[in-house]
């Protein structure tokens, strides 16, 4: 297979893995293992590809880059840069989104349990929108901003009741859920009365996001098709015409070589038109509408490079290949059953048919990163990379069995690297304990 098909980034050069016109097994040398390794270019085309197809081609659109899938100081600084908003669920994603220079006003701040002291923070540094699903939160934000002498722009997160085609721990649409306000009419009138009759809340309009790794854009429209109708009813029952409906992200990409390669239009574009279509039959205003792509963003620009450790064989059963990384760094194969793709680095021209499963070093059965993967005769020191490896990885590393978190280099397609996020130290994994 030409690897470049899979991932426009990676070439094989010299018999290496080389990953936007870098040896990666000099990146490997030279930053250490494991390394995720971040195109910056592979991040920014993916930018370029939403103005042209969404912010460029609709107008009264906005994109907002969900950070929960990949957040460094250097991503937010590039995602503002590209003229994105980010999407924060917590203070601490908050807290890095304005030291990167993010300017609030574009940032959207989600949570389902947020505590008073988000709140509060969030109000005082003016975050562009709130995105509330209790109402509970509506009254304390309503305090917040009285006393903080601000009006908040705030949507609602509904639940839409539609399943999304993924791995249930990922899907967040269906009614049975913890994020998002039910659409019964009793408790979805006593919100908006609430919000409407607020002095210091600017209501936006509505949210959705049904669940992440989505492949078919069945979902999105029929929890659009749910969105709209609150929409006309909204108008109907109150007179008030929403100005903004933001729609999630979700989108799917590319985890092995046999994955279809999605178009972000075919979810859009339907969208889109479903939306002109319904607010046109309603008589109501085109709201403004946003999106909140993750992993469509990041997902495939990252690999992780890994040193081999150990390989060990069990006549008849399997081999494992054990690593010097595994689910402190990438969690989700433990976690929902993900899949990878992996290529030896150093030996990539060579043909890839001793399968083998690749292990992490964690003391847990379950640290197994890639099932029944087809490696070059895998030996101690080989390095391995996995692919589509920039979502929810870094972001979701632990320190479990006091294992550093890897660094984060960033390349760009003219050949450059540069260090971006450091190895964590032993010191660093200690500088908390009294
Ligand atoms: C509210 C919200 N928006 C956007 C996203 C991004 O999803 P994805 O990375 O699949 O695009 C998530 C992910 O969980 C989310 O919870």
């Known amino acids: 297979m030409d690897i470049s098909e899979f991932n426009s980034h990676a070439s094989v050069r010299f018999n290496h893995l080389f990953y936007d016109g870098i040896d990666t097994v000099e990146l490997a040398a030279q930053y250490g293992t494991p390394l995720y390794v971040v195109s910056e270019s592979a991040v920014r085309e993916r930018c370029s590809h939403i103005r042209k197809t969404f912010l460029d081609k609709y107008p009264n659109t906005r994109a907002v880059y969900a950070s929960k899938a990949f957040q460094t100081l250097d991503i937010c600084r590039i995602i503002a840069q590209e003229g994105f908003g980010v999407d924060v669920v917590s203070g601490g994603e908050l807290y890095a989104a304005l030291k990167a220079g993010v300017d609030p006003e574009t940032i959207i701040f989600h949570g389902n349990a947020k505590t008073l002291d988000e709140l509060e923070y969030a109000i005082k540094h003016n975050v562009g929108r709130i995105i509330s699903d209790n109402i509970r939160e509506i009254n304390e934000v309503e305090r917040i901003a009285a006393r903080l002498g601000k009006k908040v722009k705030l949507l ?14 990922i899907s967040t649409g269906s009614l049975d859920s913890k994020f998002g306000i039910p659409l019964d009419s009793s408790v979805r009138n006593d919100y908006i009365r609430a919000v409407l009759n607020s002095p210091h809340i600017d209501f936006r309009g509505f949210h959705f996001h ?26 109907a029952d109150y007179g008030f015409d929403v100005p903004e409906l933001n729609v999630g992200g979700g989108f799917g990409i590319r985890y092995l070589p046999g994955d279809p390669d999605i178009e972000l239009a075919y979810f859009i574009d339907p969208m889109m038109q479903l939306i002109r279509i319904e607010t046109e039959k ?57 899949k990878y793709y992996a290529l030896s680095a150093n030996k990539a021209d060579w043909s890839h048919d001793t399968v083998v499963t690749l292990a992490g070093k964690c003391c847990e059965s379950g640290d197994i990163l890639v099932k029944d993967i087809g490696l070059a005769e895998p030996k101690p020191t080989d390095v391995v990379a996995v692919f589509s490896t920039g979502a929810y990885n870094h972001s979701m590393a632990s320190n479990y069995n006091r294992i550093p978190r890897p660094a984060v280099v960033m390349t760009t397609a003219d050949g450059k690297h540069r260090l971006s996020v450091r190895r964590e130290t032993y010191e660093d994994m200690l500088a908390r304990e009294i």
């Open 210 to 235: 049904i669940g992440s790794q989505i492949r078919d854009n069945f979902s999105h429209l029929a929890a659009l098709g749910v969105a709209l109708k609150l929409l006309a009813d909204v108008h």
């Open 282 to 338: 309603a008589r109501i205003p085109m709201p403004m509408v946003s999106i909140e792509p993750g992993r469509w963003i990041i997902g495939e620009a990252g690999i992780t490079l890994y040193q081999v450790r150990s390989v060990k064989t069990i006549p008849g059963i399997r081999t494992y290949v054990g690593v010097d990384g595994g689910m402190t760094d990438n969690i989700r194969p433990a976690l929902y059953e993900a």
């Open 156 to 169: 609602y997160r509904i639940t839409p009741g539609v399943d999304s085609h993924t791995h249930r721990f």
